[in-house]
């Protein structure tokens, strides 16, 4: 399933405690590089080192399998993940959790 397709399934869904899980790795374990939006910025603006994921641009010429193993494995200034989540998570995490990119906008509703 491609990025963009699970993208839709997600405005129809839900989140389920899983998710909502995830979503406080993402903000325990990510926003510290990437921004409680996944932007790349801090609250202040700031850029915090961590590539922008909100991109639409670059997004869309991604592959979900690509992605999620550079979250296992790292990838540059970003460390592995693998011990702390599997690739299923990994997966959920880029396609349930991660902000979509549509105008800039974060999909973290919980983001702070
Ligand atoms: C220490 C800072 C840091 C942390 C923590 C971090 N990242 Fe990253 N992330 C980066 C940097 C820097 C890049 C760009 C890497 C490159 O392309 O050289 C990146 C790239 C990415 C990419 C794009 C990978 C690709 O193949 O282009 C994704 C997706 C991503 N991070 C997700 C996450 C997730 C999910 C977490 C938390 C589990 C996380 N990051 C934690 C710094 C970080």
Known sequence: ????????????????????DLKG?????????????????????????GRNLTDARWLAKQQEAGLAASILKG???MPGFRRQISEAE????????IPKG??????????R
Not at 90 to 97: D, I, M, Q
């Open 90 to 97: 990994a997966r959920r995490l880029l396609t349930e959790v």
């Open 1 to 20: 399933m491609g990025l963009r397709f699970s993208m839709l399934l997600l405005l129809a869904a839900p989140l389920s405690a899983e998710v909502r």
């Open 102 to 111: 549509a105008k800039g906008k974060a999909a973290i509703p919980e983001a």
């Open 25 to 49: 790795f993402f903000q325990a374990r990510c926003a510290v590089c990437h921004g409680a939006d996944g932007s790349g910025r801090g609250p202040n603006g700031a850029r915090l080192g």
């Open 75 to 77: 990838r540059g200034a």
